[in-house]
């Protein structure tokens, strides 16, 4: 039986370019398919979708129930004019936050499965965005430092990952002062997550990570970059170059992603379709 599309793997250990389907078209069998595609390779490029709000919430609910139906990752406001970046407002902040390696939601009490990202407008320089293998990177660990990573846990915070970029989170009249700055407690998460539907192991980490219990903060600190440092490297990564169209779908319980920079007084609007995890398997450790 023919399959009902085309799979390109990347030149990593992850990922694939999905090419002869059009995801508005998928018949159930496709799409059964297609999730035994984003098991095993953790990112799917779709080019040339060019989905609509509607369309893109509706493939990402074929994954589970939304943590969000669609929010804008973009440098223009909503009046379509274009933010300064000399200005470093609240929302330039964030767009700068998240060009550190996270994943989604860690900062929640149940973290994200993963998302649909679209591009409606791209600059003509700049402006991709980075995935990162978690599960190659912990299969690459020497056994001395996975069986210590084994036994640790760190804190996961948006306050925190914004602080360091002098972000003031707790301002009450920040323009940015919602999603994930919650006053709840601090999610703690192992730094090893065994995925819940192929029972690989990989890292969490990424920027919202810190405060690993039993380290003093700098040697948490260290430690958790280091381990980025290590992780993020090739072969296990990819920076996807986008164009206008383009559709992504990536398992956030076993991959972190950034943002890079771009040339600001250029647009770029892309939308962000967040999957809601499984409390069962994404739910926080009790503190």
Same mark, same amino acid.
């Given at each position: ?13 992850? /990922? ?8 508005? $078209? ?26 609509? *709000? ?6 990402? *609910? *074929? ?13 223009? *406001? ?9 200005? &470093? ?7 700068? /936050? &998240? ?48 069986? =210590? ?27 940015? #002062? ?10 703690? =998460? ?31 600190? =260290? ?8 992780? !993020?490297?090739?072969? =296990? +990564? ?15 319980? !076993? ?13 770029? +609007?892309?939308?962000?379709?967040? +999957?809601?995890?499984?409390?069962? #398997? $994404? ?5």
């Amino acid at each position: 039986m023919p399959r009902a599309f085309d799979i390109a793997p990347l030149d990593a250990t992850f /990922g694939a370019v999905i090419t002869g389907v059009k995801l508005t $078209e998928l018949d159930d069998d496709g799409w059964h398919e297609l999730h035994a595609a984003w098991l095993e390779y953790a990112l799917l490029v779709f080019p040339d979708q060019h989905l609509t *709000r509607d369309e893109q919430i509706a493939f990402a *609910r *074929r994954f589970g129930p939304l943590e969000f139906e669609m929010a804008a990752i973009s440098n223009v *406001r909503a009046d379509g004019s274009l933010r300064v970046e000399s200005d &470093n407002d609240d929302m330039m902040k964030i767009l700068k /936050g &998240n060009m550190g390696w996270h994943a989604d939601s860690t900062y929640m009490p149940v973290q994200a499965k993963g998302a649909v990202f679209s591009a409606e407008v791209v600059p003509t320089i700049g402006g991709q965005t980075g995935f990162a293998d978690m599960r190659a990177a912990y299969d690459a660990l020497d056994e001395d430092l996975k069986a =210590r990573v084994e036994t640790l846990q760190a804190r996961h915070s948006l306050h925190f990952s914004q602080s360091k970029l002098g972000h003031q989170t707790k301002k009450a009249d920040g323009e940015y #002062s919602g999603y994930g700055l919650h006053d709840g407690p601090v999610p703690l =998460r192992p730094l090893v997550k065994t995925h819940p539907e192929t029972g690989r192991k990989s890292l969490l980490i990424g920027r919202h990570a810190h405060a690993i219990p039993g380290m003093e903060p700098a040697e948490s600190e =260290r430690f958790l970059q280091e381990l980025i440092d290590f992780a !993020c490297q090739p072969p =296990r +990564i990819h920076h996807h170059d986008w164009a206008p169209g383009d559709a992504v779908l990536w398992d956030n319980r !076993c991959l972190l992603h950034q943002a890079t920079p771009w040339d600001m007084s250029q647009q770029r +609007i892309m939308w962000h379709s967040r +999957i809601a995890g499984d409390p069962a #398997s $994404e739910t926080a450790l009790a503190s």
